[in-house]
């Protein structure tokens, strides 16, 4: 699916440069993948490089093609992108933020088809009641969910999210996660997901991608392959018990960090 | 657009149609209020004429005397471009208030409007043709060569890491007092009667209005509305931020470059033939949000009408203040605007950062 070749990237500071990535090379699978790290690992970095936010040197590549030479327009209409950061206070209605998910193609009338696909989506997310009410009285998970569903309007085929399940309670990470999943599984589409639960990646990646704080590429593969102590300790700087449930997932249990406090 | 009503409708469309019918419904009261208001301008002056007169005038060609000359080549273009300065003030509040995501930005507060004037006095005083056009065009096109040097100037201002948006206020305040006292130096120098109709910008009047003018006012104004209405979606996705109007696929660099051109060109057009007309196109976008939020595919013509709205309740009030005098229309909808303002700032500036 995505692979990373060679990539170079620095945030410009007014004193010389931040250097993030440094030849990083990653190859995603088709599927559910999720990118782990620690704290200023590049994860969000990564996920604006391949959208196309960032000039970076290197080449990001999508299936055959290649993203770092395409055009924003086709970009666009082949993924869609999520910021860990978002919008608090807006004058629109649910509904007409979701239907901005849709904006490559629409008019100033909206079609039955868009929004037949805004009002499905909502439903999906369970938020379909909140349709008609002002963007700025929801809750803080609820604008969450909000931005997920204009996300998955515009129909791509690779969707990027960064820290989806921030401010989501537990019962509503679960079901995004399975959202997500048959997402994967019905439309064949591909996602890449930034997470911080270690336990949540566990149960519903197919391929983990593992960062390290210096933003080089660790490891990558299975749950199983990937959740290891030796990872937690080497990466997260933590030492933890990893016990596998009867399916095989691996389960994360913290026990101390491995620097002095 | 045409929203039409199914006898099946889907229960989605249904939502949307209850959603979009309120806003629609508002645009027509606003619009039926805005046709009363200019009958009422044109019935109102130094002789009143009755509306039964007027409306026999406009639409049968009656009447006899010296009304149906008043009307036509005076009230009537008047009333007018009451209503297409207070709507291009409106569209040009609304586009720049959009793109630097700022409600107290508008071309008067920013000095946009300070400088169309400084540009246009330039004109008239120097006789300083700064684009050898032709002779009746220079002024306009020297307002808006300082307008838009302002809006770009603003626009970069912006564009800087770390600058919060009462900053950038204060930066337009900032040019528009550097123009205010260029504009004066100009008026030192100026003999009687440019003196004369330099006053006559500074305080903003609608006396010297012609068809002429009003067609070009007008025209001006259609297209520059149709430019930005055509990209209604995009100004939507940028009331959000950069960044999520990026990832909606959102040139925002192009649609910024297109807003700063349009808006200079209503504001200079507007300076150049009614003078400086202040907080319109701070205050109509302000009740435009408040009543249908930023879907600018009402906000903005709703901005417009709610511009025209105020310029043309203005011009009334403007007329009926001191019985037989017309006071200059600027001073009115500053009267009217202060307030506004004020009350913006004090509900706006504290969740501003």
Redesign the interface.
């Known amino acids: 699916m995505i692979t990373v070749n060679n990539l170079h990237f620095s945030y410009k500071k007014s004193k010389g440069a931040h250097k993030v990535f440094d030849g990083l090379n990653i190859a995603f699978a088709r599927g559910f993948n999720v990118i782990l790290g620690p704290n200023g690992a590049g994860k969000s970095t990564l996920l604006k490089a391949i959208?196309g936010?960032l000039h970076y040197d290197g080449n990001i590549v999508y299936g055959q093609e290649s993203i770092t030479a395409m055009d924003?327009?086709d970009r666009?209409k082949l993924m869609?992108?999520?910021?860990q950061?978002?919008?608090e206070?807006?004058?629109?209605?649910v509904?007409?933020m979701v239907i901005?998910?849709r904006?490559?193609e629409?008019g100033?009338?909206?079609s039955?088809e868009d929004?037949?696909i805004?009002?499905d989506t909502l439903e999906s997310l369970n938020i379909a009641a909140l349709?008609?009410r002002?963007f700025s009285e929801l809750s803080g998970g609820q604008k969450k969910l909000v931005f997920i569903a204009?996300t998955l309007v515009r129909k791509p085929k690779l969707i990027l999210l960064d820290e989806p399940v921030n401010s989501l309670d537990l019962q509503k990470q679960l079901e995004l996660c399975q959202l997500l999943q048959k997402i994967v599984d019905k439309q064949g589409v591909d996602i890449i997901v930034v997470l911080h639960d270690i336990n949540l990646a566990a149960r519903y990646a197919g391929h983990i991608v593992v960062m390290d704080e210096k933003g080089s590429f660790y490891s990558a593969g299975r749950p199983d392959e990937v959740i290891t102590p030796r990872m937690l300790k080497e990466v997260y700087g933590v030492i933890a018990n990893v016990t596998c449930d009867e399916k095989g997932t691996p389960m994360v249990s913290p026990v101390c960090s491995v620097r002095r406090v | 657009m045409e929203y039409q009503i199914r006898s099946k409708e889907s229960a989605n469309r249904r939502l949307y149609n209850n959603l979009v019918k309120k806003r629609i419904v508002l645009l027509v009261v606003l619009f039926i209020g805005l046709a009363f208001l200019t009958i009422l301008n044109i019935s109102i002056g130094s002789s009143s004429i009755a509306i039964r007169e007027i409306l026999s005038v406009l639409f049968t060609g009656g009447g006899d005397g010296h009304n149906p000359m008043i009307i036509r080549e005076i009230r009537l273009p008047m009333a007018l471009m009451a209503m297409g300065i207070g709507a291009s003030l409106g569209i040009g509040g609304c586009g720049i208030q959009t793109i630097l995501r700022n409600p107290i930005a508008s071309p008067f507060t920013l000095g946009i409007s300070a400088a169309a004037s400084f540009g246009a006095a330039m004109g008239l005083i120097l006789n300083a043709n700064l684009f050898h056009v032709s002779d009746t065009l220079a002024v306009t096109v020297n307002a808006f060569a300082f307008s838009l040097l302002v809006a770009v100037g603003i626009y970069m201002f912006s564009r800087q890491s770390n600058i919060s948006k009462t900053a950038i206020i204060l930066f337009g305040i900032a040019l528009n007092f550097l123009f205010n006292a260029l504009t004066m130096i100009l008026q030192y120098i100026a003999d009687e009667d440019e003196l004369q109709s330099l006053i006559f910008w500074t305080f903003g009047s609608l006396l010297k209005t012609t068809w002429n003018k009003f067609f070009i006012v007008f025209a001006v104004l259609a297209v520059c509305f149709f430019i930005l209405f055509k990209d209604a979606w995009k100004l939507t996705a940028m009331t959000l931020d950069d960044t999520k109007a990026k990832s909606l696929g959102v040139d925002t660099a192009k649609v910024r470059r297109k807003v700063i051109f349009v808006t200079s060109l209503l504001s200079a057009v507007a300076v150049c033939f009614v003078g400086t007309i202040g907080f319109v196109g701070l205050i109509a976008p302000h009740i435009a949000r408040q009543l249908v939020g930023e879907d600018q595919r009402f906000f903005m013509p709703l901005s417009a009408l709610t511009g025209a709205f105020i310029m043309s309740f203005a011009f009334v009030a403007s007329k009926v203040i001191i019985k037989g005098v017309i006071l200059p229309i600027g001073l009115i909808t500053a009267i009217i605007g202060i307030p506004f303002f004020v009350t913006i700032i004090f509900s706006k500036m504290r969740t501003m950062q």
């Not at chain 1, 206070?89 to 209605?93: C, E, W």
Request: charged letters at 15%; zero cysteines.
């Open positions: 959208f936010l924003t327009e666009i869609s992108y999520l910021p950061m978002d919008v206070i807006s004058t629109l209605t509904l007409e901005l998910g904006l490559p629409l100033h009338k909206i039955d929004l037949d805004v009002m349709a008609a002002n204009q």
